[in-house]
């Protein structure tokens, strides 16, 4: 069973009050640079680089990013990683870099998400853009800019399906499978 708790429209005005957000923080569009984390990140990046530009008409640079060799559970196979590509074009000295994930859950994946973009450079700042913030956090790691905030027990699973991968926009939790 499960519930939907955003559905397209939601889902829309949270990436322009992100956008916002974000602008406001930065001053700006300058020195701005998105980096989605592999697969729905990347979705959202695009997704906000697209607002900021309609309020700002500036493009910002974007970037993907692939963790999958910098996560904590690689060693204990429990599943075969599929590496996908990483792409910054882009330097990051002087850059204020916000990391778009789907999900905030455990931070692993942020602290795996940090330690792939250092390998690429030193940005100014490192911040997190979120759509779902489920709590539970393993690390202290804490977003900068959230779509919604979604308390949920640890046994419910919260799914992001955005058209660009799933061909609809809607975030839904569901119950545990016995």
């Known amino acids: 069973m499960s519930t939907v708790i955003l559905n397209e429209k939601d889902i829309a005005r949270a990436i322009t009050r992100i956008s916002h957000e ?24 695009d997704r906000l680089q697209n607002k ?21 559970d690689l060693g204990a196979g429990l599943q075969k990683p599929e590496l996908k590509k990483t792409e910054i074009t882009f330097a990051l000295e002087g850059m204020h870099v916000i990391l778009c994930d789907d999900v905030l859950f455990t931070g692993r994946t942020i602290r795996a998400a940090i330690d792939a973009l250092m390998d690429f450079g030193r940005p100014a700042s490192v911040q997190l853009a979120v759509l779902i913030d489920r709590g539970h956090r393993e690390l202290p790691i804490r977003p900068d800019y959230v779509g919604k905030n979604i308390p949920t027990p640890k046994s419910k699973r919260v799914q992001v399906l955005l058209k660009e991968v799933d061909d609809e926009d809607k975030v839904i939790i569901q119950e545990p499978s016995n």
Do not use: P, Q, W
């Open 22 to 45: 974000i602008l406001e923080r930065n001053k700006g569009a300058e020195n701005i640079a998105l980096v989605g984390i592999r697969t729905r990140g990347v979705t959202l990046s």
């Open 52 to 72: 900021i530009k309609s309020i700002e008409k500036i493009e910002v640079a974007k970037g993907a990013l692939d963790i999958t060799l910098y996560r904590d």
